[in-house]
């Protein structure tokens, strides 16, 4: 993790991103624009920052298979929630990561047993071999699950959202 002060031309051009109608006209525009930015500074989205942060995952998907109908933002609301003062490179990359995650969460419709609060979204875990399986987790705690809803310990591996379609061939 990079305590480097941000890049002020980096800065300068995400904050822009809440000042062009164009990409905040839809939410796959919105997306494009957060991953482009993120794709023009590669000295600053660094290959560590980029995983530290889950970035490479959200960086790789066509996006217009996983948007949802629905996010949980308001595109007007946006510069509002994230023009703000970034200490370093990784709290912009965090808010970047959950914005992105905010527009391709599918949610399941079932509550957290540790948060009850906190509904559980789909993901997809990838393992080494390309294997990959659909679980069940807690974007606040963490607590994550298999589809029938016993704990899941492992094996880890990289986290992708899930689309509509993946859901359904359950």
């Given at each position: 993790m990079s305590e480097e002060l941000i890049n002020e031309k980096l800065l300068k051009d995400y904050y822009e991103i809440f000042n062009d109608s164009e990409k905040l006209k839809d939410f796959s525009n919105y997306y494009k624009a957060l991953v482009q930015i993120v794709k023009k500074y590669p000295l600053e989205f660094t290959d560590e920052v980029r995983d530290e942060w889950g970035l490479n995952e959200l960086l790789s998907i066509e996006e217009k298979k996983y948007i949802?109908?629905?996010?949980?933002?308001?595109?007007?609301?946006?510069?509002?929630?994230?023009?703000?003062?970034?200490e370093n490179i990784d709290t912009l990359a965090m808010a970047i990561r959950d914005t992105l995650w905010d527009m391709v969460t599918v949610y399941s419709g079932k509550d957290c047993p540790i948060t009850p609060n906190d509904e559980l979204r789909y993901i997809k875990i990838v393992y080494e071999d390309n294997s990959d399986k659909i679980l069940l987790e807690c974007a606040g705690c963490g607590w994550t699950e298999d589809i029938d809803g016993n704990e899941y310990t492992g094996p880890v591996g990289k986290v992708f959202p899930v689309n509509k379609e993946e859901i359904e061939n359950i």
């Open positions: 949802v109908d629905k996010p949980d933002i308001c595109l007007n609301m946006e510069k509002k929630r994230l023009v703000r003062n970034y």
